[in-house]
């Protein structure tokens, strides 16, 4: 019955969400905005990934955002290849990757792990700044709509408001991904080589495999994200590598609260509300998100979802038993 | 290709490279702590000694303490802010925070002095030094000599005496060795303010070589970071050997094949060292 009433409750908020854009005006920048966020969202839940159930702080995950851009890009102007062909070609570029930088990463761990993966990012847009074949510094520009074949019909879009449904859709599929993963033996196994080593290996598992195996699942989900955003601005280009992606995908990781389902999708909806509707210019902007990400985690490191627990908790005098239990299952 | 003069330039770039990364081996090393807004106190200090000379109109000389007091202050304000997470030795949180902070410190500086690509100019810069065919400027002599003071003082100061000990105590357990009657939050403080004023130092002395913009803090620091890395985190000696390595590596690179793919070759190394050997080459 309760999985009944939540599968329900689900369905609801969906279609709610899908509808939300037309019933603020469905103007363009209302669709634009919500389909980056549901972009951008997806985008953050590989590095929050990393973060949440692993411990680690990828710095990383753009060469995956980017890579899925780049290799839809290039195989949709010179291919004509169809958006299928693109996704799964984004999705294979971006487990090579994650397998040559997991690898060698494979035995540091923390800072050092941060490190290199930051430096590779740093070379990965390097070598997308200077190579010819990736389009150099001027990207990839005039990547045709985006096209999904399926049997009797074909989705096709490149404004945000077209492919605003295929936005929310992969945002969907990524939340169900993800608590999928929450509760299968990888995602407790990565809880527990975070939390408890000692207890990790006691049960024979290997830290490494579980690391790496994590970081190989979650970099598909930012390249995915990054093919639809190619579509999306028709443009693919080193930008793509900048730190406001790294810095956003982090903010939005801890934002709400690391380990909170849906904490990804509110922290880049909040960030993006304020630099769509309340934006205080580039340098401005940058300011604001990047004070959000360090007095989160200096003041609040639960998130607001941790701030709203404590509030909720200071208001109802008397202790409510099970309220605890509830929140630590909905975080675990 | 002239092997002495790309010694030379290797040897130059070298000591720019340590004299930048030794801030941040201090801190590693001896405090165990980290700070990824590294590049963005580097521009900090190089734009703060510009806007003294430029706005203030103070000679280049004058110019390197000013830069030095503002960045070290800085580096207080943000130790001071971060107390808690440093105590708890919290280095997921600590990353993410520092980049928080650089991240701000771009959008803040951009703000205060502009979008615009600037020259720092040191009266050393323009001369050069002729030996017969080969050549160098003044100011690499001066990063040079200065780095390698920087070097000897610090390995003094960690290894022979009491400031020494007591870093390297906190570093070991900051319980413990707060039992023991030091301030550890002290200590994390004076080892954070002396990585911020070296990063400006190293700023104000290697700045000069190319144009300074308010964006460079996330990439110029790379070369830190592989540094870092490749020395053994946190060693002082295996800092100034991978700078040297790495100054060579980048000039004879550079000469040879490309100068454009030199940081994608100099990382690829680091790859196969960690691959090879995960502790960075100083390790046993």
């Known amino acids: 019955m309760r999985s009944a009433a939540r599968l329900l409750g689900a369905a609801v908020l969906v279609a709610a969400v899908y509808a939300l854009p037309r019933l603020l005006g469905g103007s363009v920048l209302v669709y634009s905005t ?6 951008f969202a997806v985008m953050a839940y590989g590095t929050d990934m990393v973060l949440s159930y692993l411990g680690e702080v990828s710095l990383g995950h753009t060469i995956f955002w980017a890579g899925g851009a780049y290799v839809a890009a290039l195989l949709a102007t010179r291919a004509g290849a169809n958006g299928w062909v693109t996704a799964a070609a984004a999705v294979a570029a971006a487990l090579v990757l994650a397998v040559v930088l997991g690898v060698a990463t494979l035995r540091t761990r923390e800072f050092v792990f941060s490190l290199v993966t930051y430096a590779a990012a740093v070379v990965a847009m390097e070598v997308a700044f200077n190579w010819a074949a990736l389009g150099g510094s001027d990207g990839i520009v005039g990547i045709p709509r985006l096209s999904l074949p399926l049997p009797g019909f074909t989705f ?8 605003w449904p295929l936005a929310l859709g992969l945002l969907v599929v990524t939340v169900l991904f993800i608590h999928r993963f929450r509760r299968s033996r990888l995602g407790l196994a990565a809880l527990m080589v975070q939390m408890h080593p000692d207890l990790a290996a006691t049960l024979g598992l290997d830290p490494r495999l579980v690391r790496l195996r994590v970081f190989m699942l979650s970099a598909p989900v930012s390249a995915l994200a990054g093919w639809l955003y190619a579509y999306q601005r028709a443009y693919v280009g080193p930008d793509m590598f900048e730190a406001y992606f790294l810095v956003l ?3 939005a990781a801890v934002l709400a609260g690391r380990r909170v389902l849906l904490g990804p999708v509110i922290g880049t909806a909040l960030i993006l509300l304020q630099q769509n509707y309340l934006s205080l210019g580039g340098d401005g902007d940058r300011i604001v998100l990047g004070l959000v990400l360090a ?3 200096i003041f609040w490191p639960q998130g607001l979802v941790g701030l709203w627990h404590l509030v909720a908790r200071r208001r109802s005098a008397r202790p409510d038993p099970s ?6 299952a909905e975080r675990a | 290709m002239n092997v002495a003069q790309q010694l030379i330039n290797g040897l130059a770039l070298a000591s720019g490279y340590a004299c930048v990364a030794i801030g941040w081996t201090v801190l590693l090393g001896a405090a165990r702590l980290v700070n990824f807004a590294h590049g963005q106190l580097y521009m900090l200090g190089a734009f703060v000694a510009w806007a003294a000379m430029h706005r203030a109109g103070l000679p280049y000389w004058a110019s390197i ?5 503002a960045v070290g202050l800085l580096g207080a304000a943000m130790q001071r802010l971060m107390g808690r997470l440093m105590l708890e030795h919290n280095l997921t949180s600590l990353m993410i925070v520092t980049l928080g902070f650089g991240y701000v410190f771009q959008g803040a500086a951009a703000r205060l002095f502009g979008g615009e690509p600037q020259t720092l100019a040191s009266p050393l810069a323009r001369g050069t030094i002729r030996m017969g065919e080969l050549w160098l400027s003044p100011q690499d002599l001066l990063v040079f ?6 070097f000897a003082l610090i390995w003094f100061v960690l290894e022979k005496t009491r400031v020494g000990a007591t870093v390297r105590a906190v570093a070991e357990d900051p319980k413990l060795a707060q039992l023991f009657g030091i301030d550890a939050s002290l200590v994390y403080l004076g080892v954070f303010v002396f990585e911020a004023a070296t990063v400006a130092f190293a700023a104000a002395l290697v700045a000069p070589r190319s144009p300074i913009l308010t964006s460079m803090g996330f990439d110029e620091v790379i070369l830190t970071f592989v540094v870092v890395v490749l020395g053994g985190v946190g060693s002082v000696l295996g800092t100034l050997a991978a700078s040297l390595g790495l100054g060579l590596f980048t000039a004879f690179f550079g000469a040879l094949v490309s100068p454009a793919y030199t940081t994608a070759a100099a990382f690829a190394v680091v790859l196969a060292v960690l691959v090879l050997r995960p502790g960075g080459l100083a390790a046993r």
């Open chain 1, 295 to 297: 007095s989160i985690l």
């Open chain 2, 65 to 69: 303490p000013v830069a030095v007091a």
């Open chain 1, 249 to 251: 995908m982090l903010t």
């Open chain 1, 156 to 163: 096709s879009g490149s404004a945000s408001a077209e492919l």
């Open chain 1, 323 to 328: 309220a605890p239990g509830e929140a630590a």
């Open chain 2, 145 to 150: 000599g200065v780095t390698a003071a920087l």
């Open chain 1, 34 to 39: 919500c389909a980056t966020i549901a972009i």
